[in-house]
């Protein structure tokens, strides 16, 4: 696998001092540049930026059939390490967070064995994150 760069995504957010403060101690993000309007967070090691926008009258979620879940589209998130990934989702548990798809590993013992969880932010953007056994298995097929 190549050298992996970080990535930045900036994602809208209707209550910026309620997902400061998600970003910032739920995930324990640290923070970067802000304004009135958006704020900077490394996302372990990636740029993410949430930005205000007004709540719009009409949300819908999606969801796609994975597995027996109900997986949100659109998501974001992060692969971890393995042993990050468990700590990472016992640290969520701890603080109470709601979980979509409660943290299990897929494909046990198979090609592309992964551990993965849902949940969402306060202004209801899904996130995911995932661990491989092998991250060389990251796009096995």
Not at 23 to 35: H, P, T, V
Request: hydrophobic share 40%.
């Amino acid at each position: 696998m190549q050298n992996v760069t970080p990535f930045h995504i900036a994602i809208p957010v209707h209550n910026l001092a309620e997902c400061r403060t998600f970003y910032r101690e739920i995930l324990n993000c640290e923070e970067g540049r802000s304004s009135d309007h958006w704020v900077d967070f490394n996302l372990f090691g990636h740029q993410l930026v949430i930005h205000y926008k007004p709540k719009s009258e009409v949300e819908s979620i999606h969801h796609n059939p994975v597995d027996g879940h109900d997986v949100p589209v659109p998501h974001y998130g992060v692969v971890l390490p393995w042993d990050t990934f468990q700590s990472f989702s016992e640290e969520l548990k701890s603080k109470n967070v709601k979980f979509v798809i409660e943290p299990y590993v897929r494909f046990k013992g198979k090609v592309g064995e992964q551990a993965t969880m849902f949940f969402y932010d306060p202004a209801g953007n899904a996130l995911e994150f995932k661990a491989f056994k092998d991250i060389s298995q990251l796009f096995a097929k």
